[in-house]
C-alpha cells in the first residue's frame, strides 16, 4: 500500500471516467451529454467538483471517438481542468488510464485520487469536502455510501428466491478516494471486471473506509432517473 511521504503534503486530484455510452438509458447519446436542467448533465457534475477548494485538478477521461465533449463543456479548461480521450471499454480500465494520465501530469502515488461518475449530477461540493476530510489521514480511503434501507431480495426468472440480511449492508456511491499508487496497483491485479474502485482496494485485503451520504447522490441510470434529476436540480435554483 502506498504511504504518504513525511513531511510532504499530498494533493488530492478528481478522476471522472465519462468514456461510456449509458446503453441503460434510453437516450439517444452518451447519458452524459442528455440535457438535464437546460445543461448536458455531465457539465453538472464538473460544475459541483469545480467549486471543492482542496482539489488540484479535475480530469475527464472521454472514448477516444468522443465529439461532443468540447461543445457540451466549453468552460473546462484551464489549470485546473484536464481532458484525456484514453477511456476504455469498461470503467476500470478508463480508471486506470486515467491514472497513467494523472502521472503525467505530475501527480504521485502518495495523493489521492477521487473517482466520481459523471452520471452523479447531483453531487454538492460538501459532499466531497466531508469525503477528503473524512479520509484525508486514513491509511486506506473510503468512500460515500448510504445504508440500505430497503429489504433486499434474491431473484430468479423474475421470482423472488430469497431475502437478504440487511444489516450492515451499504449502497456503495461515488467519489471513492484512494491513493493513486494503491489504486493503481488494485486496479491491475483485479482485472477489468470490477465495477467500482473500492472493490479493487478490498481485493488487495484492505478495508474502505464508510463515509455516509445523501440520498441525493444518485447515480442517473435508468429513463426514469432522468425526470428525477431534473426535479431536483431545478428544486435548487
Not at 464538473?46 to 461532443?68: F, N
Not at 469525503?131 to 480511503?141: T, Y
Request: glycine letters at 8%; charged letters at 20%.
Amino acid at each position: 500500500m502506498t504511504t504518504p511521504i513525511p513531511g510532504l503534503q499530498p494533493r488530492c486530484f478528481a478522476l471522472v471516467p465519462a468514456a461510456g455510452i449509458g446503453a441503460r438509458s434510453g437516450a439517444d447519446r452518451p447519458k452524459q451529454y442528455v440535457p438535464i436542467a437546460g445543461r448536458p448533465m455531465i457539465t453538472h457534475t464538473l460544475a459541483a467538483l469545480s467549486r471543492v477548494t482542496k482539489l488540484a485538478a479535475t480530469l475527464v477521461v472521454l472514448s477516444p471517438q468522443d465529439t461532443l465533449f468540447e461543445n457540451a463543456v466549453p468552460e473546462f479548461r484551464g489549470a485546473r481542468a484536464w481532458v484525456a480521450r484514453c477511456g476504455g471499454a469498461t470503467r476500470a480500465a478508463s480508471v486506470s488510464k486515467g491514472l497513467l494520465e494523472l502521472q503525467a501530469h505530475g501527480a504521485q502515488p502518495h495523493d489521492w485520487v477521487l473517482v466520481h461518475d459523471a452520471a452523479r449530477c447531483l453531487v454538492q461540493p460538501r459532499w466531497v469536502e466531508k469525503l477528503i476530510q473524512a479520509c484525508w489521514d486514513d491509511p486506506v480511503g473510503g468512500l460515500l455510501a448510504l445504508p440500505v434501507a430497503d429489504t433486499l431480495k434474491q431473484s430468479g426468472n423474475g421470482r423472488v428466491t430469497g431475502t437478504l440480511d440487511r444489516k450492515a449492508k451499504w449502497a456503495a456511491q461515488t467519489p471513492q478516494m484512494f491513493r493513486l499508487g494503491t489504486l493503481q496497483q488494485a486496479l491491475a491485479q483485479a482485472g477489468d471486471e470490477v465495477t467500482d474502485e473500492s472493490s479493487a482496494i478490498e481485493a488487495l485485503g484492505h478495508q474502505p473506509l464508510l463515509v455516509e451520504a445523501a440520498l441525493e447522490n444518485l447515480k442517473v441510470t435508468w429513463p426514469a432517473d432522468f425526470a428525477l434529476a431534473e426535479r431536483l436540480l431545478r428544486s435548487r435554483t
